[in-house]
Nanobody, 117 residues
Framework: QVQLVESGGGLVQAGDSLRLTCVAS????????MGWFRQAPGKEREFVAS????????WYADSVKGRFTISRDGSGNTMYLQMTDLKPEDTGVYYC??????????WGQGTQVTVSS
């Protein structure tokens, strides 16, 4: 099994920056991709960004391109989401996820990000 633990959320003002961290443990070799998703109140969970653990390829939702950057440490077991120029619509619970096989099967508990206007 894979365990994912997020940290770094908080309350910020519009235009501020935050960095989220996701630390993976357990059978991390079973994951080829890690990503970030978010869920705003009353809305469905949505994809934010993802990146491969080894080659460092990345993908972003259009809504965050140019503002968010996903990165990893050398081991590939810690993934970061650097968020800049935050907007109130970025508010939500941010979840780290690990792709095992063809699905995101491992999920963290989530970290709250609140952006005030």
């Amino acid at each position: 099994q894979v365990q994912l633990v997020e940290s770094g959320g908080g309350l910020v003002q519009a235009g501020d920056s935050l960095r989220l961290t996701c630390v993976a443990s357990g059978r991390t070799g079973s994951m080829d991709l890690m990503g970030w998703f978010r869920q705003a109140p009353g809305k469905e969970r949505e994809f934010v960004a993802s990146g491969t653990r080894v080659r460092g390829r990345t993908w972003y939702a259009d809504s965050v391109k140019g503002r968010f950057t996903i990165s990893r440490d050398g081991s590939g077991n810690t993934m970061y989401l650097q968020m800049t120029d935050l907007k109130p619509e970025d508010t939500g619970v941010y979840y780290c996820a690990g792709k095992i096989g063809n699905e995101f099967r491992a999920w963290g508990q989530g970290t709250q990000v609140t952006v005030s206007s």
